[in-house]
């Protein structure tokens, strides 16, 4: 009955509602407490998520609640599958408890947040040695208020030697549309970010022709700037200071405002279509934080038959002037830079790359083949070009049921067969010298032999 239940439970949540989802499914005093049944979460930036699906389960306060340590193994109720285990946050980093978490034997690592804040988009990511990557389950952060009354529920009870009459749902689902978009924020001074261009360019070619793919640019205001009503011109910004970037190379000939400039350039090729701006991409790899890093991109503009004059028409309409007045770059607003810097602010981007699918942030680990996945999965109706390529190995839909890739296997197959060719060598040449040695003894007999036979003649 308790597995009809889920089933049902999980096939509701992904038909009625398309966003990742979380929802109190038991025990009814607990969403009377909170006033309703949804809990707000935001999704890490690693770890698996299993979009298209939806996981039922119970709820265990971990032990130590900061899940800094390795924690005991879950033991969960009967009949639950798919055991959440709730931590609190600090005294470490998100990795650590979900990594933990996951070794428990959790489907699921649910992070309380120890600021009163909104939860409105992750700022849980992965460490640049890119340790997320083993970690199999998705992670989430719920508010300060709603975790504290799901842990005082779970405390009562066990204070009375109940196990857990806390259940959660969460759908792991999101709008869908005839033609999805989505959106890659970058830097232009970030050489991860256009690698992850690289990475995934092969998907994104098969894309072009069914969703519309627009790389977006980050920014910042320089408070300085800010505070005198930006009319003053700063060396690493634009428009008096309103869209900056870091000094890329410190004491070297490159500013923050090179980078602004190079963005607003590639705002104006990704305008030609998305080919035309990921043969750019690609080719800007090479120019990226160069001290000829324009002209750099001035030959790969040419190389690519970019009309030049083109991109610069793109450029100078874009900046913002009043009563005919002469724009200048250094102080005059740019309805392009605008866009990017408002859409910035309002998705609440806080690292990047990062990617959004009509409209949401795709979380987990930043992995080209899910990537790919999810985006065909944001269709209304999947075109042909929704299969997962060969050459890249999926992981299990199941996050408990994580095998190592079909790579691992072939080479281990390599070293077996090497063994056995080398096990085959040692043999004939064992072979030889024991053939030889037993030669070289037997002639030795011989002679002695015959040298006993001539004494007894003699």
């Known amino acids: 009955m308790i597995m009809i239940k889920t089933l049902f439970l999980a096939s509701l949540l992904l038909a009625t509602f398309a966003r990742p989802r979380m929802t109190i499914w038991a025990p009814s005093d607990l969403v009377q407490k909170l006033g309703q049944n949804e809990v707000q979460m935001n999704l890490a930036h690693f770890g698996y998520i299993p979009w298209g699906r939806a996981l039922v389960g119970h709820v265990y306060v971990a032990d130590p609640i900061d899940a800094c340590t390795t924690l005991p193994r879950v033991s969960p109720i009967t009949g639950d599958r798919s055991p959440i285990l709730l931590v609190k946050r600090g005294s470490c980093t998100f990795i650590t408890k979900g990594y933990n978490g996951q070794m428990a034997g959790a489907s699921m690592v649910v992070v309380i947040d120890d600021r009163d804040e909104a939860i409105l988009y992750p700022e849980m990511v992965s460490d640049r040695a890119g340790f997320g990557d083993n970690i199999h389950i998705p992670i989430a952060m719920i508010s300060k208020s709603n975790g504290e009354a799901i842990l005082k529920v779970l405390t009562d009870a066990a204070a009375k030697g109940q196990k857990s009459p806390v259940a959660l749902a969460i759908g792991f689902d999101w709008p869908r549309a005839d033609r999805p978009s989505y959106e890659i924020w970058v830097s232009a001074a970030d050489q991860n970010s256009y690698a992850s261009f690289a990475r995934f360019a ?166 080209e083949g899910r990537l790919f996945s999810q985006i065909c999965h944001s269709f209304e109706d999947q075109p042909a070009v929704c299969t997962i390529p060969e050459d890249h190995p999926q992981r299990s839909a199941d996050p408990n049921d994580y095998k190592p890739h079909g790579s691992i296997w072939g080479v281990v197959l390599i070293v077996a067969i090497f063994a056995l060719v080398f096990m085959g060598a040692f043999y004939l040449v064992y072979r030889r010298v024991i053939k030889r040695e037993l030669a070289k003894e037997l002639s030795v007999e011989v002679n002695q032999a015959v040298s006993n036979l001539s004494l007894i003649h003699i």
């Open 202 to 367: 092969p998907y994104a070619a098969k894309l072009f022709n069914s969703t519309d793919m627009n790389p977006r640019f980050v920014s910042f205001p320089c408070e300085a700037c800010e505070k005198a009503g930006f009319k003053i011109a700063n060396p690493d910004c634009l428009s008096g200071g309103r869209y900056c970037a870091a000094d890329p190379d410190g004491t070297g000939p490159l500013s923050g405002r090179d980078i602004i400039w190079e963005q607003l350039r590639q705002i104006c090729i990704s305008l030609k279509g998305p080919e035309k701006f990921y043969e750019y991409a690609l080719g800007f790899r090479a120019c990226i934080n160069k001290a000829t890093m324009a002209t750099c991109a001035e030959q790969l503009t040419e190389r690519l038959l970019i009309n030049p004059a083109e991109i610069n028409s793109c450029i100078d309409s874009s900046w913002i002037t009043f009563g005919g007045a002469k724009a200048e770059p250094t102080l005059s607003d740019n309805e392009l830079l605008r866009k990017e810097r408002s859409d910035f602010v309002g998705y609440g981007i806080s690292h990047w790359p990062q990617v959004f699918i009509n409209g949401m942030p795709f979380g987990g680990n930043m992995d």
